[in-house]
């Protein structure tokens, strides 16, 4: 079994359970991976496995209203490891990951000619 699917797995099974307890004291949680449909993603290599780590954590409408370079997703992926403590993905399975964001969720183009301009900026 790969690492990832194995993460997914353990996050599945950890989100179950936070969800029946949760339930269990009268609250609701504020997102459950049910809430969003693996299905509504762009199909792709590394689309079950994007999806899963992704939202072991927060809803996956975060990761893909980001749009980011393959370089800046693999900061990311870094940065979530160290300071919130996600598992650290290496080797085959983050360069799938990182493939999928980068294909699916890549920098937006500006909305108009010459891009976006910040009216508080100076000129």
């Given amino acids: 079994m790969r690492h990832a699917t194995r993460w997914l797995l353990a996050f599945s099974l950890g989100a179950s359970i936070a ?38 954590c927060h809803a996956y409408r975060l ?9 800046r997703w693999d900061e990311t992926l870094t940065w979530m490891t160290e300071r919130h403590g996600m598992p650290d993905i290496q080797g085959a399975d983050r360069d799938l990951i990182l493939d999928y964001l980068a294909t ?15 009216p508080f900026a100076p000129q």
């Fill in 19 to 56: 969800t029946a307890q949760v339930q269990a004291q009268g609250a609701a949680p504020a997102f459950t991976p049910k809430d969003e449909q693996i299905e509504a993603l762009p199909d792709g290599p590394g689309r079950d496995e994007t999806f899963g780590m992704c939202t072991a």
């Fill in 63 to 71: 990761v893909s209203n980001q749009g980011m370079t393959r370089d």
């Fill in 104 to 118: 699916h969720h890549p920098p937006k183009a500006p909305a108009r000619a010459g891009g976006f301009r910040n």
